[in-house]
């Protein structure tokens, strides 16, 4: 893998924002000019698409694969290169989890109905990497009901109290 922004293809640095660093590059398996690109503010997928960092839930590597969760946008995976010609992606992984990490202000658990309860909902606060403005995600647990009033005033309490202590 060449280091930082060298070896990047044309197509991909043209859509670079002012200000933009490649952080790390590796082939993908949809060919030659189709790298996974990790910048200061976004993943590049070979499809064309970048997605920010801030919209990344998670991601999971395999030996073949990156699988992330994009927020809004369901699972999404990248075939990585394999066989003779296979990088070690290391760099690119340790970018993308650093920068996905780096989004995040704020990661609380709640549990839900009661404090005894294995089931629950996450408040989520994250801020773009050249933004100031923190942005509030609620991640319902499995099971539980969006139109439940109880569930709605849990979740609002539970921010306000949060938003303060944290001043965010």
């Given amino acids: 893998m060449a280091p930082f922004g060298r070896g990047v293809p044309e197509a991909v640095?043209?859509?670079?924002?002012?200000?933009e660093r490649v952080l790390a590059?590796?082939?993908a398996q949809a060919g030659p000019g189709a790298p996974l690109v990790a910048t200061t503010r976004a993943l590049y997928l070979p499809d064309g698409r970048s997605?920010?960092?801030?919209?990344?839930?998670?991601?999971?590597w395999t030996p073949g694969t990156l699988?992330?969760?994009?927020?809004?946008?369901?699972e999404?995976?990248?075939?990585l290169r394999s066989g003779p010609e296979a990088v070690d992606y290391r760099r690119l992984a340790e970018t993308v989890a650093e920068r996905v990490t780096a989004t995040i202000l704020v990661n609380r658990?709640?549990?839900?109905p009661g404090p005894d309860s294995s089931s629950g909902f996450r408040l989520v606060a994250r801020?773009?990497?050249q933004g100031s403005e923190a942005h509030w995600r609620v991640h319902l647990g499995e099971g539980l009901d969006p139109d439940d009033p109880r569930l709605a005033d849990t979740v609002s309490r539970t921010l306000h109290t949060l938003r303060e202590q944290m001043g965010v």
């Fill in 13 to 19: 640095r043209t859509r670079l924002e002012r200000g």
């Fill in 25 to 27: 590059h590796a082939p």
């Fill in 51 to 60: 997605v920010p960092w801030q919209d990344i839930d998670q991601a999971r």
């Fill in 67 to 74: 699988t992330f969760q994009e927020e809004g946008g369901g």
């Fill in 76 to 79: 999404r995976t990248v075939a």
């Fill in 109 to 112: 658990f709640v549990p839900y």
């Fill in 127 to 129: 801020r773009s990497p």
